[in-house]
């Protein structure tokens, strides 16, 4: 049973940083590309970044650029999200998905399964 489960939200200060984890579970991470999404209230879900199977190549929406760094560790089965310099417009639920492909793209509807997310909140 393919298993994505996201960790590592919380409340943080503008500012601050988080660093999100998605963990796979009954497959392999290392030949999929993984998106990381938010979600925020009354908002659609948005591709903020993204990273194909080998991690050499990685997508990154304007609004997080220079602040949001996404990696992986295949040995680990694991995809990470560090988000620093966090602003309160970050505030949202952030999910990661995989694309059964080698490549990523920026459509929700390409990426076929789905962690439960976990709850970012920015506030001072």
């Known amino acids: 049973q393919v298993r994505l489960v996201e960790s590592g939200g919380g409340l943080v200060q503008p500012g601050g940083s988080l660093r999100l984890s998605c963990a796979a579970s009954?497959?392999?991470?290392?030949?999929?590309?993984i998106g990381w999404f938010r979600q925020a209230p009354g908002k659609e879900r948005e591709c903020v970044a993204a990273?194909?199977?080998?991690?050499?190549?990685?997508y990154y929406d304007d609004s997080v650029k220079g602040r949001f760094t996404v990696s992986r560790d295949n040995a680990k089965n694991t995809v990470y999200l560090q988000m620093n310099s966090l602003r309160p417009v970050d505030t949202a639920v952030y999910y990661c998905?995989?694309?059964?492909?080698?490549?990523?793209?920026?459509?929700?509807?390409?990426?076929?399964?789905w962690g439960q997310g976990t709850q970012v909140t920015v506030s001072s």
């Open positions: 990273i194909n199977w080998s991690g050499s190549s990685t």
């Open positions: 998905a995989l694309r059964p492909f080698a490549f990523y793209t920026r459509r929700v509807d390409d990426y076929d399964y």
């Open positions: 009954g497959f392999t991470l290392d030949n999929y590309a």
